[in-house]
């Protein structure tokens, strides 16, 4: 009898292992891949490169050739890069002086044509490859603003030959040139760098920054990062920031006779740099050819009260502060679940 009763006591431990070891094995919750966290961070960064545009110029032997070099950002962030294309066919028509209106119609009469010749290369395309037709009609950013280049650069070309009808030596030039400055937030920075000499005494050049906020994907100008009522302010401390440099740049000693030729003004051309809020100024905007592009730097400790909380650096204190709200915060919630 008590044989029998451990048989059965052992029948039922061994049918009682085989129906746990047929119970589904728990999964472990689903972890959020590295790379997504990185994407996510990817699209607030800017990142990208400047492409050379390919301009259409005449074969032109010897020293004095004419040069003109424009490229167009390819980045990221599709927005910024349509906007700083507009930005460059701007520029090119303050640089060459010719008016907007002629432009965008010399180049709507260059785009038709062009347009002509890519659907007869896409007809001669074999009916067989119909991939082949497809990409003949696809047109980048790239060619899309090469177009639009198209009646500047013929000016710039004319302009040169004028000035070798009139027996002269000089070689004219022209570069434009994009660049990522800043890529992180609070702001992503790009800079429109262009320079050109076009005859006369001497060249011109020109830097010009636009801010972006990469998560409302909208340009930022100076007065958006200023608290409310504050422009005053800010151009108190611009204009203390002007006196020193007329000072130390030895451009005079007497500030109030300087600004009877260079008078004070306060820049829209900004970026937030390291050490503080840049001001950049223009050739003779602020000063004589001289003195090239003047900026002003105001530092960020005098900014406090001024600029808005989240285009201020974040000081040591403040993370230290941080830090300990946030252990006291951890410490409340331990007490809390005790």
């Not at 013929?154 to 990522?180: C, G, R, T, Y």
Request: hydrophobic share 40%.
């Amino acid at each position: 009898m008590l044989k029998n009763k451990s048989i059965l006591a052992i029948s039922i431990l061994i049918t009682t292992l085989g129906i746990t070891a047929c119970q589904p094995k728990k999964t472990e919750p689903e972890t959020v891949e590295p790379e997504q966290t990185q994407a996510e961070q990817q699209s607030l960064k800017l990142v990208g490169d400047t492409e050379k545009l390919n301009l259409s110029l005449p074969k032109c032997e010897g020293n004095n050739c004419p040069e003109i070099s424009i490229e167009r950002l390819n980045s990221n962030q599709a927005f910024i890069d349509h906007f700083i294309d507009q930005k460059i066919i701007q520029e090119l028509a303050q640089i060459l002086e010719i008016a907007p209106q002629q432009a965008a119609s010399e180049a709507i009469a260059v785009e038709n044509a062009a347009s002509e010749n890519t659907a007869a290369s896409a007809a001669d395309a074999p009916a067989s490859n119909p991939t082949a037709a497809a990409i003949a009609q696809v047109e980048t950013l790239a060619q899309k603003l090469e177009k639009q280049t198209v009646p500047y650069v013929q000016s710039f070309l004319v302009l040169d030959q004028e000035l070798k009808a009139l027996s002269s030596n000089h070689k004219i030039s022209l570069m434009i040139k994009p660049k990522i400055l800043n890529a992180d937030q609070p702001l992503a920075t790009v800079v429109l760098n262009s320079s050109s000499y076009l005859g006369g005494a001497h060249g011109a050049s020109a830097q010009q920054y636009y801010n972006f906020d990469l998560e409302q994907k909208k340009l930022v100008l100076l007065n958006d990062i200023l608290l409310e009522k504050q422009r005053p302010q800010l151009e108190r401390k611009a204009y203390e920031a002007f006196k020193q440099w007329v000072i130390t740049s030895e451009l005079s000693t007497n500030v109030q006779e300087y600004e009877q030729a260079w008078k004070f003004k306060l820049s829209e051309n900004y970026y937030l740099g390291q050490q503080g809020l840049i001001l950049q100024y223009a050739e003779y905007e602020i000063g004589p050819y001289v003195v090239g592009l003047p900026r002003l730097t105001i530092p960020y400790a005098e900014l406090q009260g001024i600029l808005k909380a989240a285009y201020l650096p974040v000081t040591e204190a403040a993370s230290e502060a941080t830090a300990k709200s946030a252990e006291a915060s951890a410490v409340n919630t331990t007490k809390a679940k005790s």
